[in-house]
């Protein structure tokens, strides 16, 4: 970096990555590589970063599914804690995991109501987790 003793100060050290701050830790190419090589000097594929809206999307529906599955996560844990149910939080989590999970329920009718909340609740939990997961990684690669 330095001439040795009695080389001039030149500043700081170049930063690995832009400053730009639309462009952010995308890293400086590389003279080796090409500019139509489709990998970065660290060997990561080039994206395209006009595709953020795609990723904001992404994260909109990754987000989306995960409070699904929390809100009926909740409500389990609040039916197998024997909550107050005359509680207005309660009774909030309890509606919102009725309208998210309304399309499932009566799936499994067993004897026991804990078992049966149980897998009438975590059925559309897992399956939203596993569905908005998989289609915000299928966003992020547009």
């Known amino acids: 970096m330095h001439g040795g003793p009695?080389?001039?100060?030149?500043?700081?050290p170049q930063p690995?990555?832009?400053q730009d701050p639309d462009v952010p830790y995308?890293?400086?190419?590389h003279t080796g590589?090409?500019?139509n090589s489709g990998?970065?000097?660290?060997?990561?594929?080039?994206?395209n970063r006009s595709g953020r809206g795609?990723?904001?999307?992404?994260?909109?529906v990754h987000t989306l599914a995960d409070i699904a599955a929390v809100f009926l996560g909740l409500w389990i844990l609040l039916y197998l804690l024997d909550a107050n149910q005359s509680n207005v939080f309660v009774?909030?989590?309890h509606g919102m995991a009725d309208w998210l999970s309304g399309w499932s329920q009566d799936i499994f009718t067993m004897d026991t109501e804990g078992l049966r909340v149980f897998f009438n609740n975590a059925l559309p939990a897992v399956i939203y987790l596993v569905?908005?997961?998989?289609v915000a990684a299928w966003i992020r690669r547009l």
């Open 16 to 18: 690995a990555y832009r």
């Open 6 to 12: 009695g080389a001039p100060y030149n500043g700081p």
């Open 26 to 29: 995308e890293p400086v190419p």
């Open 54 to 60: 795609a990723d904001r999307l992404a994260l909109i």
């Open 39 to 47: 990998f970065t000097a660290s060997g990561r594929p080039v994206r």
């Open 33 to 35: 590589y090409g500019q």
């Open 91 to 93: 009774e909030f989590v």
């Open 131 to 134: 569905v908005g997961h998989g």
